[in-house]
């Protein structure tokens, strides 16, 4: 497996796709079940953000029918260990929002150990909410005896505790699949500065024992000392330049440091819980191999334009996102904020408005361009995957761009437009740019048909880098550095 983008839930795309003993690394970050709901930042080309953010995911858990169903496959998978735990915690907590969350993360965990490699390495990111009983559930599943560190991560964030001490650290519970059989790569801290001082002056004298050569200089003896099992790495602030928006992102320099210790060049990492793409990107940094997973199209969308930005030629595939039109019409019988997403993104938009749509006239994305290759303006996109589309939809998206202001709008349909619909649309007129030497119509319609065929809005001078924060492009790193 190399360079593959799913979108689908985890647990599906696993068995379907990711064989048996197949991966050399597996890096998860899965939500913490905190109890919060996490946007995704954009940034318009004005540098506002508050109007342009949609909810990412909500990291709410309820023991349900799913739940339950996840926790009777574990049940049934032959893993007694992590059943057994798993029943107690259930005897201890109860059918609640924990217990949910629990039996989600016991059966991917399991598909997780079925697809790593003997000597492969599993690194799970979590913070306190529910460390203790993910160990727990790892310790089942993996073995006890395979476990390697607990990796505390530290970083400085001025927020205020009341009645507590301010957490600054997040958790990497590291195991192996194999008693002492998994790949792992040294890595130094560098010398500090006392040390290279206490040795200056002795280079050139050297030191014999037993008839053979020592090092007479730290730089000559090591590089370093061995890293420990705690890491102080700065979190991304708010203008650091790989910020992408996305609400849980982190650093380049965490990920690398896992990919470095626990694989070699041309392994494979996976990442079912791939979020906005650090792992994958880290991977393909140190020339590894990758599969991400994500369940939402913001994210695949996200991680696909990141990758061809940073690592321009890249060779990937994005699978399960639709690639005709009865797929198209299946993501939007399924679920209608996937498809507005997806459709949105084929068109090169900013998503807009999210699952919790207030008074923006049906507004899904919007994209930025320059008709006069100067000031900005925006066209909007409204998406509409029901069956039944008519005239007042039209005069919905009409109003909004007068209220906006916004010369031009886009109507995305699964069905084709009516003749009155066509009519309506017409009606609103055209759009005149003189740095482009042409009009355009100011309300134009695009179906699954057009989108598949590769029609895309009709507007002058696009701000290809609007819809997201744009990746700096980059060069493979070196494989001797230290992180």
């Not at 690194?123 to 990796?151: M, Q």
């Amino acid at each position: 497996m190399a360079n593959h983008l799913f979108y689908g839930d985890n647990l599906d795309v696993l068995r379907a796709h990711v064989p048996d003993d197949s991966v050399d690394l597996i890096y998860l970050d899965p939500p913490f079940n905190s109890n919060a709901n996490y946007n995704i930042l954009f940034k318009s080309p004005a540098g506002l953000s508050s109007e342009a953010q949609i909810e990412a995911f909500e990291d709410t858990w309820h023991w349900n029918e799913a739940a339950a169903h996840a926790f009777d496959q574990v049940a049934r998978s032959g893993h007694t260990k992590a059943f057994d735990l798993l029943a107690a915690m259930r005897s201890f907590l109860g059918e609640n929002d924990m217990m949910a969350y629990l039996s989600m993360m016991a059966i991917r965990l399991i598909e997780l150990h079925r697809v790593l490699k003997p000597t492969g390495s599993l690194y799970l990111h979590c913070d306190p909410t529910a460390s203790h009983y993910l160990k727990l559930l790892l310790d089942g599943v993996f073995g006890k005896r395979n476990f390697r560190n607990e990796v505390v991560w530290c970083y400085r964030k001025w927020s205020v505790a009341q009645g507590q001490f301010v957490r600054n650290h997040d958790v990497l519970l590291f195991y192996g699949r194999s008693d002492g059989r998994q790949v792992f790569n040294t890595l130094y801290v560098p010398p500090s500065d006392g040390t290279m001082k206490r040795w200056k002056g002795h280079r050139q004298q050297a030191v014999f024992e037993d008839g053979v050569r020592k090092a007479s200089s730290m730089a000559e003896a090591t590089p370093g000392s061995p890293m420990p099992d705690w890491w102080e790495i700065s979190i991304l602030n708010p203008n650091a330049a790989e910020r992408l928006g996305y609400p849980t992102q982190k650093p380049l320099t965490l990920l690398e440091r896992i990919i470095a210790a626990s694989s070699n060049p041309g392994d494979v990492v996976l990442d079912p819980f791939c979020g906005c793409g650090t792992a994958v990107h880290a991977a393909q940094r140190l020339g590894r191999r990758w599969v991400g997973i994500d369940v939402t199209h913001l994210a695949i969308s996200l991680i696909e334009k990141r990758m061809r930005d940073a690592f321009p030629g890249i060779a990937l595939t994005v699978e399960g996102t639709p690639k005709d039109i009865a797929a198209a019409e299946d993501l939007a019988r399924r679920d209608k904020y996937q498809f507005q997403w997806w459709a949105v993104s084929m068109v090169d938009a900013m998503p807009f408005g999210g699952r919790k749509k207030g008074a923006d006239g049906g507004v899904d994305g919007i994209i930025y361009f320059k008709p006069e290759g100067r000031q900005t303006a925006k066209a909007l996109v409204s998406v509409k995957g029901g069956d039944h589309v008519g005239v007042p939809m039209i005069r919905d998206l009409h109003s909004a761009m007068e209220r906006d202001r916004a010369p031009i709008g886009v109507f995305i349909t699964k069905r084709n437009p009516t003749t009155p619909m066509t009519r309506e649309a017409a009606a609103v007129g055209r759009f005149h740019s003189e740095a482009a030497g042409r009009s355009y119509q100011r309300l134009q319609i695009l179906t699954l048909e057009d989108l598949f065929g590769g029609r895309r809005p009709d507007l002058p001078f696009v701000d290809p880098g609007a819809a997201f924060r744009r990746t700096s492009r980059e060069a493979l790193a070196s494989q001797g550095r230290l992180l």
